[in-house]
């Protein structure tokens, strides 16, 4: 056998290996592999926040609900977006969760929260169904406001934002 079939079979013979050690999973990478992808994502929302149930948790906090409904595009793919959470009225911090649901069904669970003040929010996926099964990751966004309706006491109701963010996804 000559030098070169020689190194052909060698290499060969540890690339087999490897895939055997690894299950294949290193060479080929299947769909069990997570990978850590870049995530960015564009949307407009509505965010409407609803003052006549405005309650105290357990904790004794004062917050009023708010809902959001967007329609988004990400790396991923198209999706709508339906969320909800609190205004702690307090600290004016918001805090939600929602699920994000793609044009081929598989969907995102994700918390949110936002520091009064800085129109800046960070996402952090909790949770999918499909490809998004087992996600982890998240992004952050800043986001500029629309439009605002506000009610009689002068306190927003109805609120558009647009927004780009970005950072990782892992599925």
Known sequence: MS?????????LMGLAALWLVTGGKIIANDEETPVER?????SDVTATVDWSQMGVDDEGRPFVPWTSKASQLC???????????????????????????????????????????????????????GRFENITGGFSF??????????????????????????????
């Not at 870049?38 to 564009?42: A, L, N, T």
């Not at 702690?88 to 995102?108: K, Q, W």
């Not at 800043?142 to 996804?169: A, H």
Request: glycine share 14%.
């Open 3 to 11: 030098a070169k079939k020689k190194m052909m079979f060698a290499g």
């Open 38 to 42: 870049p995530f960015r994502i564009h």
């Open 75 to 129: 790396i991923e793919g198209w999706s709508i977006n339906i969320g909800s959470g609190v205004l702690y009225l307090d600290t004016f911090d918001s805090e939600g969760s929602g699920l994000c649901t793609y044009t081929t069904g598989d969907t995102i669970e994700w918390d949110s929260f936002e520091q009064a003040g800085t129109q800046h929010t960070t996402v952090t996926f909790t949770g999918g169904t």
């Open 142 to 171: 800043d986001y500029t406001i629309l439009n605002q309706e506000v009610n009689e006491e002068g306190n927003p109701v109805s609120m558009t934002n647009s927004y780009w963010g970005e950072g990782t996804i892992t599925y």
